[in-house]
């Protein structure tokens, strides 16, 4: 499974942007899929994570409201819509695969395969 992000820039607080993660090689039914976001000096965190079917999302609560995680089946891509972003936002945006599992979870650890990430940064 190889995963390869797109979608990052440079926007103003206020503006959105929709981040695409694009999955090759097997599609596992069962595994989910989420975005994290790494700023300089801290640590990588979770933002959002969708079950491959679909049936199940998660956010972390700062981004609730505002980015939506959805994904193409048919097109093996996962997305992030992202809406007035903040400047807190700016940070590398990775999607990543928990392949075979059957729940979402926050721990960057799980997730086994990374994209190589796409820069977001957001000016106030």
């Known amino acids: 499974v190889q995963l390869q992000a797109f979608g990052g820039g440079l926007v103003r607080a206020g503006d959105s942007l929709r981040l695409s993660c694009q999955v090759s090689g097997r599609a596992f039914s069962r595994s989910v899929m989420a975005w994290f976001r790494q700023a300089p000096g801290q640590e990588r965190e979770f933002v959002a994570g969708?079950?491959?079917?679909?049936?199940?999302?998660l956010y972390r609560d700062s981004v609730k409201g505002r980015f939506t995680i959805s994904r193409d089946s048919a097109e093996n891509t996962v997305y992030l819509q992202m809406n007035n972003l903040k400047p807190e936002d700016t940070a590398v945006y990775y999607c990543?695969?928990?392949?075979?599992?059957?729940?979402?979870?926050?721990?960057?650890?799980?997730?086994?395969?990374w994209g190589q990430g796409t820069q977001v940064t957001v000016s106030s």
């Open positions: 990543a695969a928990d392949l075979a599992a059957r729940f979402i979870t926050r721990t960057v650890c799980a997730y086994t395969q």
């Open positions: 969708i079950r491959w079917n679909g049936d199940a999302t």
